[in-house]
């Protein structure tokens, strides 16, 4: 029965995914009534997915590599849907639920075998895991959102051109950049919290060699080029193109942590 949540879930998030189209890009309201209601029963079997999941595998954590993508896509949808229920625009689900849908379909279609290759804690490793999640989607969905700044961006200034008959978004740009800068504030005190939760616990396991870990290296990094990030945006209102190359640095960054995992003694999976 859980692949079966879950694949009913990918169902109705290619649903949204198709009806948020005509919704966001052609002033066709009515397509929300299908996308928000295909979005929301998803993200609702996609959490009772997972939790089941979890119980049969007789973890509180995602341990194999294809529940790590589905809680990833899981938060993902939910991000979508707090920013929809905010401003009332589907926009960036142009972006985010594909994402979420492809996410979603790999953990539901293709689950792998591999797990962490060490035994892990459950309690504070949960909270850990999410936190770093949460900020790893806050990353995603702010390079998305910068990506639509762009090109509505490029498109107003270009009035009478090509450009002018692509079909507008249904926010502001200020709301659009708002949304920006608003998931990377979401996001650092998650990755913040995140990462100092695991260093206390890896202490216990590891002592001083978790920090030479390179996964960690690398994750550390990525929390200053985090607070980097948005200290740029916030002191020169930076927005448009340059926005987009700092957003795509960063989440670069986070795929390069995500790559570590294979040369980490923390954090690699393998497979049994």
């Known amino acids: 029965m859980t692949l079966l949540w879950l694949r009913l879930a990918v169902v109705l998030y290619g649903i949204a995914s198709l009806a948020v189209l005509p919704?966001?890009?052609?002033?066709?309201?009515?397509?929300?009534?299908?996308?928000?209601?295909?979005?929301?029963?998803?993200?609702?079997?996609?959490?009772?997915?997972?939790?089941?999941?979890?119980?049969?595998?007789?973890?509180?954590?995602?341990?194999?590599?294809?529940?790590?993508?589905?809680?990833?896509?899981?938060?993902?949808?939910?991000?979508?849907?707090?920013v929809y229920w905010r401003h009332r625009s589907v926009s960036l689900g142009i972006f985010v639920l594909p994402i979420v849908f492809l996410l979603a379909a790999l953990a539901a279609f293709r689950p792998g075998q591999e797990s962490f290759?060490?035994?892990?804690?459950?309690?504070?490793?949960?909270?850990?895991?999410?936190?770093?999640?949460?900020?790893?989607?806050?990353?995603?969905?702010?390079?998305?959102?910068?990506?639509l700044y762009l090109i509505q961006e490029r498109r107003l200034k270009n009035k009478g051109s090509r450009l002018d008959r692509l079909p507008a978004v249904d926010m502001p740009l200020e709301t659009i950049d708002q949304i920006a800068l608003k998931t990377l504030l979401f996001g650092l005190p998650c990755m913040t919290a995140g990462l100092l939760i695991?260093?206390?616990?890896?202490?216990?396991?590891?002592?001083?060699?978790?920090?030479?870990?390179?996964?960690?290296?690398?994750?550390?990094?990525?929390?200053?080029?985090?607070?980097?990030?948005?200290?740029?945006?916030?002191?020169?209102?930076?927005?448009?193109?340059?926005?987009?190359?700092?957003?795509?640095?960063?989440?670069?960054v986070v795929l390069f942590v995500w790559a570590a995992n294979q040369f980490s003694v923390v954090h690699r999976f393998a497979t049994p």
């Not at 294809?66 to 991000?79: G, K, M, R």
């Not at 290759?117 to 806050?138: C, F, K």
């Open 23 to 82: 919704a966001a890009l052609y002033n066709r309201p009515r397509w929300s009534q299908f996308a928000i209601p295909a979005a929301i029963g998803a993200a609702g079997l996609h959490f009772v997915s997972l939790a089941e999941m979890l119980n049969a595998a007789h973890h509180r954590l995602p341990v194999e590599a294809h529940e790590v993508q589905s809680l990833l896509a899981l938060i993902l949808a939910l991000l979508f849907l707090a």
């Open 198 to 252: 695991g260093a206390l616990i890896a202490q216990a396991d590891y002592g001083a060699r978790y920090f030479a870990d390179p996964k960690i290296l690398l994750t550390f990094g990525l929390w200053i080029a985090y607070i980097v990030s948005i200290f740029i945006r916030r002191s020169s209102g930076l927005r448009g193109r340059r926005a987009v190359y700092l957003s795509s640095l960063i989440v670069l």
């Open 117 to 147: 290759s060490q035994p892990v804690h459950t309690g504070w490793v949960i909270v850990h895991i999410v936190l770093l999640l949460a900020a790893y989607a806050g990353l995603i969905v702010s390079l998305l959102a910068s990506v």
